[in-house]
Every structure is written in C-alpha cells, then in structure tokens.
C-alpha cells in the first residue's frame, strides 16, 4: 500500500519541480536597438524607412518637425496609394556630410528613373543622437508636392471609372 501512495506523490513533486523550473526562470530581455548615429547612416536608414512606408520606424531617427511631417504623410497617403508603390524607392548614389557642432547636413545625389537629382538632408543631434530633421521651409514645399501628386491620382482615377 506504501508503494501505490509513494508513485502519484513523486508525480507530483515531479510535475511540480517542472512547473517551477518553468514559471520562476526570469524571461531574457530583449537585445538592446542600436540605433544608427552618424549622420550619413542615419540619413539613409530614415530614407529607406520612408522609402518601405515604415513612418513609425522613421519617427525613431525624426527630430518634431520631421516626426510631424511622417505622421501627416501617414495619415494623408491612403491604404491603397501606399500599396500601390506610388513613391519608387529613392536609389542614393553618394552622400557627403558635414557636422558643426550639434548640426549636420548631408548633401547627396539620388537617381530618380535614369534622372539624377541632388539633395541635402538636415540633421540635429539630440541628447546624443542625429535625427533627420525637415525644415519648416522645406515642409510647406513637401505638403505642395504630396497635394499635387495625390490630386493627380484622384483625376486619373475618375478618368479611369469614366471610361
């Protein structure tokens, strides 16, 4: 009888020690992001960010200006225009910064469809980190373009359902 009560008791203590070594080891944390933090890597990976519609992702590298006009293209860009691709991704073909002090820019070159067109990218550092910032100047020429192209879509859509 001893021998029938000693076997559930051990499977127990056997589940037991189990369930314990299960529940009372501490999860590992997650491995620390790395952010990229010079200007000209920081410049390219917010353009990729953007360039893949990860407007979240690219807040991360934003200074507020820039965060704001992510969450503005975010909101304006609808579901279906963002999957359609309507931005071919920017190809960088070289990209030279210089930094003063707590500011940088980065002047590059992209190919737009075989055109090659240079650009600059601002940069601010912020307790130690570049962020892409978007000059207020610079926002009110964006928001124009944006308009503009998401009109032209709108008309040759409508043409589209009138034929």
């Not at 964006?142 to 709108?154: C, F, P, R």
């Amino acid at each position: 009888m001893a021998v029938k009560n000693i076997i559930p008791l051990a499977c127990f203590i056997v589940i037991a020690l189990i369930i314990g070594a299960c529940t009372s080891s501490t999860p590992t944390p997650p491995p620390p992001v790395v952010l990229p933090n010079t200007p000209e890597t920081v410049a390219r990976q917010w353009q990729q960010y953007v360039d893949e519609n990860k407007f979240e992702a690219a807040k991360v590298l934003s200074a507020p200006n820039a965060s704001e006009w992510l969450q503005w293209v975010s909101e304006t860009l609808t579901e279906e225009m963002l999957e359609e691709d309507t931005l071919a991704p920017v190809k960088i073909l070289g990209m030279t910064c210089v930094e003063n002090t707590n500011r940088a820019a980065c002047a590059y070159s992209f190919d737009d469809n075989g055109l090659i067109y240079q650009d600059t990218f601002v940069l601010l550092q912020v307790a130690g980190q570049w962020l892409v910032d978007i000059p207020k100047e610079a926002l009110i020429e964006s928001d124009d373009m944006i308009e503009a192209m998401i009109k032209e879509k709108q008309e040759q859509e409508q043409l589209r359902l009138e034929q």
